[in-house]
C-alpha cells in the first residue's frame, strides 16, 4: 500500500493537536497591552506544545520522504503515535497551570515517552518492511538520537520526583536534538537525485 | 468520478472526530501524578473511541486501497457513514460518565450499529459499481465479518437492557474482531502486484 | 492555476464546519436511554447542519471534477462561499433552540441565500474562465435550480415575518431539490469517457 | 522535497484557524431578527479574523504555485507563520471585546508584524534554495508591497499608544493591498506556459 493517505491523515490530526491549545487562550479583561502578562503561562503553554508537536510533524515529514510502501501494521503503529502526541496538548496545559511540580513534570515526561517509543515503533516497523540494504536503513543507521532520546526521558521520569528542574532541563535538551530535522534524510534524499 | 477527494474529506472529519474528546479533558486540579486519577473515566473514554474511530478509518483506507471509481450514490453513503461515525465520541462520553446503566451502553450498540450499517451500505454501494469478477467483490467475498459484526450488536442491543456488561463484553469481541484490518485486502493487492 | 489545492483547504474546512455543533452536544444526565430525548432539539440541529453543509460538499466535489483551471477570483469566489456555509452551524443553532419563530427562520434564510449566491458566483467565476462551448458550460446549462432556488429562498424570506413555518417548507423544498447531486455533471463526465 | 505534504499541512492548519472563532458565536437569547445585533461585536470580529486569515492563504497558494522544491529551512520557515497566523483568531477577539483601546490595538498590530515577517522570512528561504534568474526571484522582484506593509505596520504600532483609530486604519489599508492576490505570481505563470 503506498502512504500517501496515512500521512495526509497524519497531518490532519496533527493540524489540529497543534492548534488545540488556541481554544484555551482568552482575550484578557483588561485594555492594556501589559495585560497579555495575565494569560502568559497559557501562552507560553501553547508555544511549548506548539513546538514539540511541530518537532514530530518535521521528522514525521522527513521520515515519510523516503517511504514508498506501507502496511497494516505500519498504519497502526502510526495512529499509536498519534494517541501519544494527541495528549500533548493536555500534559502542556497541566504544567502551564501547576507550575514544575512533580505530579506535571511526571506526566508530561510520561507522554514524551511514550510518543519517542510509539516513534521507534514507527520506524521499526517500516525497517521491518524494506532490506536492510535499503535508504531507509541508511538513513536511520544505529539511531543514536532516537537511544539517546529514549535514555534522557528515563532519567529525567526518575529527576521528576526528586528535583523536577532536571527533568524540564532534560526534556528540554532532548527537544533541542530534535529541533533540526534528520539531516541523514536529507543527505540520503540528495545522494539519490 | 475517481475517490481521491472523498477520501481526502473523510480523513479530514476523522481527524475531528478523532481527537474531539481532546477537548473534555482538564488538567486535573492537584500536583501529584496520582491526580491524574481524577481524570481516569474521561482518559478512559478517550482511549475507547479513539480505538474505535481508528478502527473504522483503517478498514476504510484498505477499502478504498482497491476503489478507483465512485459515483453519486457512493458519496451520499460516504457521508451516511461519516454521520454514525460523528455520535461515537459524545456516546463514548456518556458511557463514561454514566458507567455501565441501560440506557448509555444501549445507545453506545444503537451508534455502533448505525457505523456499521452504514459500512456495509457503502461496501454494497461499491460493489453495485464494479462487476461481480472484480478485486473489490473477491476482497470482501460474503463479508462473514460483517454479517457476525451485525448479530453481535443485535444481541448486545437486547442486552443492554437486562445486564449491560454482557452488551459491553460483546462489542468489545467485535472491536478486537475488526482491529485487524482486512487482510483480504492486503491479499488481493498482493497478488495484484 | 491548478484546483487540487483549493479543493483540499475547501475540504478542511467543510469537514470542520461539518463536526461543529457535535461539539454542543452533552452527554444526557440520565442513565435511560429515553434520557436522550433531553437532546433532542440539539440532535436535530446538529443532523440539520450535517445534512446541509453536506449537500454542499457534494454539489461543490461534482461542480470541481471538470474544472482544471482556476485563477485568483477563483479562490476569492470559493473562500466567499464558505464564509457563508461556516455561518450554517450558528444559524441552526438558533433554530434548534429558539423554534420555528420570526428571528431565527429569516436569519436561517438569509444565510442560505448567501450561500447560494456564493455558490452562483463561484460557477459565474469558472464559466468566465472557460469558453461557452465547454463541458462545464454544457454541465451547468440554464442554470435552473440555480434560479429556482433563489426564487423559493426570497419568497422564504418575506414569509418568515408572517408565516414562519411557510419558510420551512420553503427551504426544505430546496434541501431536496438539491439532495439529488447534478446528474449533468456526472452526464457530461459519462460522455466525456 | 517537495512542497505537497508541507502545503497540505498548512491547508489543515488554516482551515482550523480560518473557522476557530466561529465556535465563539453563541445564538442570540432572542427570538427576534434584531438580537442578532447582540452578538455583532463577536460576528464582526468573525468576519475581520476570516479575512485577515484568508488573505494569507491565498498568498501562500500563490507563492507555492512556483516553487517545486524545499528543505528543512523551509518546514521551519513555514511553521514559524503558522504560528503568528494562529494567534490572529485569539488577537481579533481581543479587539472586538475591547474595543479600538491601546492594548489590543498594539497585541493586533504586533501580531500583524509577526505574520507579515515570518512571511517574508519563509519567501526569503525559498529565494536561498533558488537561483536568483529563477521564475520565483521574478515574481517576487524587490518585494515592495512586503516592505511597505512592514513600514505600515511599524507606523501601527508607534500609534496604538497615541490615537489607535490612525492604526487601525494603517492595518486595513495593508489587508486592502494584500487583497488583491499577487499578480505577478500569475503572469509568471501565464509567461510560463
Redo the contacts between chains.
Sequence with gaps: ?KPE?????T??????????L??E????A???????LDEKSKLLAY?LS?VFV?IY??NH??L??IVHRI??RT??AN?HL??WL??T??AT??LG??GV????V??YVIVLLGCAVSYTLLTLSLLALYESESHLAQAIGSDRKGKLSLAFYLAALAF?FVVPWVSVALFVAVALIWF??D?RV?RV?VDDR
Excluded at 497531518?11 to 488545540?20: E, F, M, Q, S
Excluded at 483588561?30 to 497579555?36: A, E, F, K, N, P
Excluded at 511540580?101 to 506535571?104: A, C, D, I, L, R
Design positions: 500500500m493517505r496515512m500521512n495526509a491523515f497531518d490532519g490530526v496533527i493540524a489540529i493537536l497543534i492548534t488545540i488556541v481554544l487562550l482568552r482575550p484578557p483588561g485594555h492594556q497591552l501589559s495585560d497579555i508555544l506548539f511541530a510533524w518535521v515529514h522527513h515519510m520522504q502496511d497494516g498504519l497502526w495512529i498519534l494517541f494527541s495528549l496538548p493536555i496545559a497541566w497551570d501547576a511540580k512533580s505530579g506535571p511526571a506526566a521528576a533540526v530535522p539531516r536529507e534524499l
